[in-house]
Every structure is written in structure tokens, then in C-alpha cells.
């Protein structure tokens, strides 16, 4: 079974560019998630989707991401503009509704120069 | 003050020694308790999940919760230079999970 898929895993850009992040989640899992990682930092909530539905965004910078999940499979994340301090991994994870563990995939690698 | 606080270490052991990991906490209503062990470059994977208080075993690694204490800990014996990795502790209450900041860990061969 092929697990949380991410694209693209490294993505170099100059600050103000546009960037999408692509996830596929495990076939059958409802829930889906993004997740923000910094250096030599735990993972932290961006969104989270229960199927199409975004249903906790609190933690997304609204004015620069955005995050869909058409059809309630693939999610983007996208950052327009991106700035120097969005260098970091995004991680994408998914798991079954109201599980307490989340699989998670190898994440796509943000520098802004 | 972080809900979750991990020492980040970093931490080296020579193989076959003992590594001991902990996390404090002081959200109350965390419940379920897990630790996920990232290497360089891909994403975290888990490695034990718990949802009382005391010890659970799984092979080479034990996990403890200490909900009294607000603690938990991993133990990994025989340690491995595979066993070289980040180690994240979890927590979750009925809505959120938060991770601690993740421990180096080298294990020297």
C-alpha cells in the first residue's frame, strides 16, 4: 500500500514567487492534514480537512496561504507571496475519522532566497 | 510556556547503551500519547502510541506515562546506529495533537 504521497520534495523560489504543495493522502482516510516544520522544531497544525471540508484552520496565515481539497482526496497548499520565513518542510499526513494516529509523508523541503 | 516541552539535545550513545527520552506536559486534558521517530529528510513515523498511565513494550523500545507526573518517556535498549534519528513525543486531547520540539539522537558504532 503506498502511503502519504508528496510533491514536489524540494522547492527552491526567490521570496514574493508563488508555491503549491501537492499531497495524495492513504486511500480511505477521511482526514487529512498539513503540517508546518521548522528546524529543529515539532510539526505544527496548519489545517486540518475532514473529507472536502476544512474544519480547523485557526493556525493557516490567511493573508498568503491557501489550502484546497477537492473531491475530498488530493490537498494543495499553496504560499503567494512567500517570504523568507516560510523556509521550512511541509508535511502533509492522513489518517481515518477520529483516529489518534496520523501517517505522514516525507514532507516538501520550502526555501525562499 | 509550550504545552509540550522535549529536551532537544542533542544525545549520543555508543551502540548498545540505553537511550532515555522525555517529554513534560501540562495540558490536562492530553489522552492519548504517542512517539514518532523522524529521520533526516522524510517525515515522522510512529513509533508507540498509549492512552494510560504505565509502561508499554514493543521489541527494543518502552514507552511510560506518567499522567500524575504529566511525564512520559522512551526507553530504547540494545540501541542501534539505526536507532540514529529524531525523537518526537505527541500528545492529544479530543481535538488536537501537539509534538514536542524532538530529540537528536546518535547512536555511535
Known amino acids: 500500500e503506498a502511503g502519504v504521497v508528496q510533491s514536489p520534495r524540494y522547492k527552491i523560489i526567490e521570496k514574493k514567487q508563488p508555491v503549491a504543495f501537492w499531497c495524495n493522502p492513504i486511500?480511505?482516510?477521511?482526514?487529512l492534514y498539513w503540517y508546518l516544520q521548522n528546524l529543529g522544531q515539532g510539526p505544527e497544525l496548519l489545517i486540518r480537512?475532514?473529507?472536502?471540508?476544512?474544519?480547523?484552520d485557526s493556525q493557516l496565515p490567511k493573508d498568503r496561504f491557501s489550502a484546497e481539497r477537492l473531491k475530498g482526496v488530493d490537498s494543495t497548499l499553496k504560499i503567494q507571496p512567500a517570504e523568507l520565513g516560510d523556509s521550512a518542510v511541509y508535511l502533509c499526513?492522513?489518517?481515518?475519522?477520529?483516529?489518534?494516529?496520523?501517517?505522514f509523508g516525507a514532507g516538501s523541503r520550502l526555501t525562499v532566497l | 510556556q509550550k504545552e509540550v516541552e522535549q529536551d532537544p539535545g542533542p544525545l549520543s550513545v555508543p551502540e548498545g547503551a540505553i537511550v532515555s527520552l522525555n517529554c513534560t506536559y501540562s495540558?490536562?486534558?492530553?489522552?492519548?500519547f504517542m512517539w514518532y521517530r523522524q529521520y533526516s529528510r522524510k517525515g515522522p513515523e510512529l513509533l508507540m502510541y498509549?492512552?494510560?498511565?504505565g509502561n508499554k513494550e514493543d521489541g527494543r523500545f518502552t514507552a511510560q506515562v506518567d499522567k500524575s507526573s504529566k511525564y512520559i518517556s522512551l526507553f530504547i535498549r540494545d540501541s542501534q546506529p539505526s536507532d540514529s534519528a529524531t525523537y518526537l513525543c505527541?500528545?492529544?486531547?479530543?481535538?488536537?495533537?501537539?509534538f514536542g520540539a524532538g530529540t537528536t539522537v546518535t547512536v555511535r558504532a
Open positions: 495540558n490536562s486534558a492530553f489522552q492519548y
Open positions: 480537512y475532514e473529507n472536502e471540508e476544512a474544519v480547523d
Open positions: 498509549t492512552y494510560s498511565s
Open positions: 486511500s480511505g482516510h477521511n482526514t
Open positions: 505527541a500528545m492529544k486531547d479530543d481535538y488536537k495533537l501537539s
Open positions: 499526513a492522513s489518517s481515518l475519522r477520529g483516529a489518534n494516529v496520523l501517517t
